[in-house]
């Protein structure tokens, strides 16, 4: 489905219309606690004690027993409330809709690929299980060829629900969640997105002859396991069930390109899963959303997920138009077809049609509009990309010009569009209508260059992705980190282009795609740690990510201004560096329990730990002070504006010993910082040091927040947090 227009959209109520009692059945994800003396020798016992919730068995969806106390069951509001009223009952939420949100990046993040033949190391994620949750896998892609691996790990339970010769040593597990019970990938978003995490190494891959080269996963010696939870739909029930088999399965990462609205954690399915997940020692990296550019956009902010932001790399897939007064403007295209470049061709503005918002060049929009021959101009928006060129194609267009509007700025993708086209910025959109006003006849054409390796600049945030601050839980920094996100080169179900013998990617662009980059890269640092903790991995990586693009210069947004702390997090991932990190900020699951005791109440809390929590006995750790490796400090409008506010942390040494580190603060004079100690001195490996650092007001300022970091700097490591200030 190359149209694929940056999925994650907004959640939906899903309502399972049937016609019972004169009530209709909705599906609702019941958690339930059982009595302390209500011990059950088997999944089946607990499943045939969720049943007794019951009025028939045949209602109950899913029954979850590693990552939820519940089942998932189709209910009537009356069946609800006579169930609500029985002994381990603790609450109901509705069934929420989701959204599903190469060859270059592995080299454009620094790491080597693996040859075949050649002695592999633990480096490339070996003994390493990545469970995938998405729209299901294409099994027989050479992505996921077996050839040259070792059988998973012993502690492998999970199984394979295609004919056993689809699965294989990479390849390891297949199960479908939602209604259709084969995992096959009918989207093309599964394959895309495991591969990227995991895929082998297939030499040859290019989409319509650009982006070529050798195509490889993050991890190309970890295993995969496929959890198909979308079909037409992906939902909660369907979601929380997949977690929980990756969880009994075995799985070491759980990758999840998925996103809907931002909800309280205890009602939040994917943050309750995900909780239970980090709990048991699985790493979990999840989608930022494709919401922005626009402030607190994201979702899956929980503390215990690492948020992917999308950036972009320096690959474009060129193709220039060039008006008839000479003027160039770089845009983008996966689809160059052989076309002549002396040829020019009319233009016109699809806006200028009177059908309301041509512009978008949507279906029909272009009726009795004179586009034969022409190059037509639409505008980015309402509109999937590719149906736009579909479009002008139909009302006998010759070619097309994507201009952004203004949010999208200079962000631009390669789409494999069905005729020839470009995709431009705004300011070039700008230039090009302004030529079709104050020209007669005005004339274009589009030149195609082929791909183009080492643009700059790059990274840069692309406009789709969400941006921070977090709704949920403002006082954590998100998102956590970027990752390549945009025009991504990765394996495909489905022939793109003409028909063709060789095996099938596309390039595709979403938070969908800069998530299973992270996943592989923890799947990396988890075969090199396998004793270390989510907490430790999504600090390595966080900690040593790189806050400058490939010219040294801060990282810059859509509009080529210097991106914030809630588009970037900590920076773009730097894989080699997050392998050997110095030091890691780690957090036990009762930490996050203290944390959560100071946002909800005591029974919210159960529901996410799955068993009862008084709060009134736990020990509340306020957001800015739970040992995250960022830091998040909102300085108070008081009477004595030189009153600090204190954040303490703990640094283990997972580095060479003896070390010694000393504070570097880098912040605005608005701000004043003292870190205390002034050095940490380490004698041995995995010793911890606590550290504070207070913050009070400086020199006045109008800014509502400051940001910079604070870097622990040794003779061979730079231990970097992002530090985010805010004035009340």
């Not at 000479?326 to 233009?347: C, H, K, M, R, W």
């Not at 203004?406 to 910025?425: I, K, M, Q, R």
Request: one cysteine or more; charged letters at 15%.
């Amino acid at each position: 489905m190359g149209s694929f227009n940056l999925p994650l959209l907004p959640i939906l109520l899903l309502a399972v219309v049937a016609a019972v009692t004169g009530d209709e059945l909705r599906t609702f994800i019941v958690h339930v606690q059982p009595h302390e003396s209500h011990v059950f020798g088997t999944t089946d016992d607990r499943t045939t004690w969720y049943k007794t919730f019951l009025p028939e068995d045949e209602r109950l969806v899913h029954s979850y027993h590693h990552v939820a106390s519940g089942f998932a069951a189709r209910l009537t509001e009356q069946e609800l409330d006579a169930l609500s009223a029985m002994p381990g009952f603790v609450t109901a939420v509705p069934n929420h809709v989701y959204r599903l949100l190469t060859t270059h990046t592995p080299q454009f993040l620094g790491l080597e690929l693996p040859q075949r033949g050649r002695n592999y190391t633990s480096e490339f994620g070996e003994g390493v299980i990545i469970g995938v949750l998405d729209s299901g896998v294409y099994p027989f892609h050479p992505s996921f060829s077996g050839y040259g691996m070792p059988p998973p790990p012993a502690k492998w339970k999970g199984r394979c629900d295609f004919n056993a010769s689809a699965c294989n040593n990479k390849l390891i597990g297949a199960r479908s969640f939602e209604s259709d019970p084969s995992p096959l990938d009918q989207d093309g978003h599964g394959t895309h997105t495991s591969s990227t995490a995991a895929g082998a190494v297939v030499p040859g891959a290019q989409v319509l002859g650009q982006a070529a080269g050798t195509a490889s996963g993050m991890a190309p010696r970890a295993h995969v396991a496929m959890y198909k939870v979308c079909g037409d739909e992906c939902t909660s029930a369907d979601i929380l069930a997949g977690i929980d088999a990756a969880v009994g399965d075995g799985c070491d990462v759980i990758s999840m390109s998925l996103g809907g609205p931002t909800l309280p954690f205890y009602e939040d399915s994917l943050a309750i899963g995900t909780f239970a997940a980090v709990e048991k020692g699985v790493f979990v990296s999840l989608a930022a959303g494709n919401d922005g550019p626009a402030d607190s956009t994201l979702s899956n902010d929980a503390p215990w997920m690492l948020t992917v932001a999308a950036g972009t790399m320096d690959r474009l897939i060129a193709a220039q138009v060039r008006l008839g007064n000479g003027s160039t403007f770089d845009g983008e295209s996966a689809f160059q077809p052989n076309i002549s470049t002396t040829v020019t061709y009319p233009l016109v503005y699809a806006g200028a049609s009177s059908t309301p918002n041509a512009s978008f060049c949507g279906n029909g929009s272009l009726d009795g509009f004179d586009v034969k021959g022409k190059i037509v101009l639409c505008d980015r928006g309402i509109v999937a990309r590719l149906d736009k060129g579909a479009e002008v194609k139909r009302a006998g267009g010759f070619g097309m010009i994507m201009a952004n509007q203004f949010a999208d700025g200079y962000s631009t993708l390669a789409d494999a569009h069905v005729l020839p086209a470009s995709h431009v910025s705004y300011v070039a959109g700008v230039a090009i209508k302004e030529y079709i006003n104050s020209t007669a006849n005005p004339v274009a054409q589009i030149i195609f260059k082929g791909t183009m390796l080492g643009t700059s600049p790059a990274p840069a945030i692309t406009s789709f992705s969400s941006r921070g601050p977090s709704i949920q839980n403002p006082g954590i920094l998100k998102p956590d980190i970027t990752g390549p996100g945009v025009s991504v080169l990765a394996a495909w179900p489905f022939r793109v282009g003409p028909p063709s013998t060789e095996p099938t990617f596309n390039l595709e662009s979403g938070t969908s795609m800069s998530t299973p980059h992270l996943s592989g890269i923890a799947a990396l640092i988890k075969s090199k740690y396998p004793d270390w903790s989510p907490s430790a991995i999504k600090s390595a990586i966080m900690t040593t990510a790189d806050p400058d693009d490939r010219s040294g210069k801060p990282i810059v947004d859509e509009q080529y201004v210097p991106a914030n702390l809630f588009a970037t997090g900590a920076g773009q991932v730097n894989p080699d560096k997050a392998l050997d990190p110095g030091l890691v900020y780690d957090i036990g699951p009762a930490e996050y329990i203290g944390f959560l005791c100071g946002m909800y109440t005591s029974k919210e809390v159960s529901v996410i730990a799955r068993r009862s929590i008084d709060c009134s006995t736990i020990t509340v750790i306020p957001d800015r002070m739970l040992n995250y490796p960022s830091i998040t400090v909102t300085l108070p409008s008081t009477t004595n504006p030189t009153a600090p506010v204190v954040v303490s942390r703990t640094v283990k040494n997972v580095g060479e010993a003896p070390a010694v580190y000393y504070p570097h603060v880098d912040l605005p004079a608005s701000v004043q910082v003292q870190v205390t100690p002034s050095s940490l001195q380490f004698t041995e490996v995995n010793q911890a040091q606590n550290f504070t650092v207070s913050v009070w007001r400086g020199q006045s300022t109008d800014a509502k927040i400051v940001e910079g970091s604070l870097r622990w700097v040794s003779d061979k490591h730079t231990v970097r947090s992002p530090v985010s200030i805010s004035f009340a």
